[in-house]
């Protein structure tokens, strides 16, 4: 299988500063929108049409970046990454923080891009440590933006679940190949139920009295011990012991955010 090197080929180089040059465009243009929705200015449609064409290009130059099946689901993820890095943008309200969260989301989709193209090359543990912190944060900005799309616009419940359903499957689909490129079939059912849980918590979500952000916190932790519980199985390192300290960090990390934070009833 042929790779080409991140840094040695100068067309995979540009190619991956296209890739962060239209996410930037992407996230920098909801601070836009949002003023423009504040304003009630006509132009709101016009750039979240800009928007949606700055994703479509990222995706298309991630694309040309691919050379193999995983890589096309790298692709997926880097774009529900900038979807709801660019999404969540939206519902913050300090012009500072938003550009620390850009800031940040760049940072991390470089460095994940630079270690997946080296990951290519040698299946180094340290390597495979990095892309995990980009999937989970990358379902945490998922989590919350959708999460706020739903409070805040009251799309309907079952395209809420849809969406949680096969965003969730492909960000545990790669993670999973990630350390076990040969074990296909495995990962799929992996993923698979991961992705049926979800489908299924998001019907409770609805009625929890959290904040988004909060609820992403919640969301991203269960599945982070589910996820632990599935590479252990996978890998045959699964014991009684582990499943147990892996649900007391669920309650103890759980239990720390929600008597952190306010309860709101938000659900109808």
Known sequence: MKYISFFCVPKVSLLTFFVLLFAFFSMESMVFIKKASIEGNGSFWDILF????????????????????????WA?????????????????????VRQ???GMALFLLLFSMRE??????????????????????????????????HINFA????LLMCIYGVSIFLVSLHSFLVVH?????????????????????????????????????????????????FQSHFENTLRLQ???????????????VLLSTPWTIIGN
């Open 116 to 149: 997946y193209r080296q990951l290519n090359k040698v299946e180094e543990l340290s390597l495979k440590g990095i892309l995990f912190i980009f999937h989970f944060m990358t379902l945490f900005f998922f989590f919350a933006f959708s999460l706020a799309v």
């Open 76 to 96: 997926s993820l880097i774009s529900i990454f900038s979807l709801s890095v660019s999404g969540l943008i939206f519902f913050v309200d300090s012009f500072f």
């Open 242 to 256: 582990r499943f147990f300290t892996d649900i007391a960090l669920l309650i103890v990390l759980v239990g720390i």
């Open 100 to 102: 620390i969260i850009i």
């Open 155 to 158: 799309i309907p419940q079952v």
């Open 50 to 73: 800009l928007t949606l064409l700055f994703l479509f290009l990222q995706f298309f130059f991630v694309i040309k970046l691919s050379f193999s099946k995983r890589d096309y689901l």
């Open 181 to 229: 490129i040969k074990e296909v079939k495995r990962s799929l059912q992996y993923s698979l139920v991961l992705a049926f849980f979800f489908w299924q918590l998001i019907w409770f979500v609805h009625f929890w009295p959290f904040g988004y952000l909060t609820t992403g916190v919640v969301l991203l932790v269960i599945y982070y011990v589910l996820w632990d519980l």
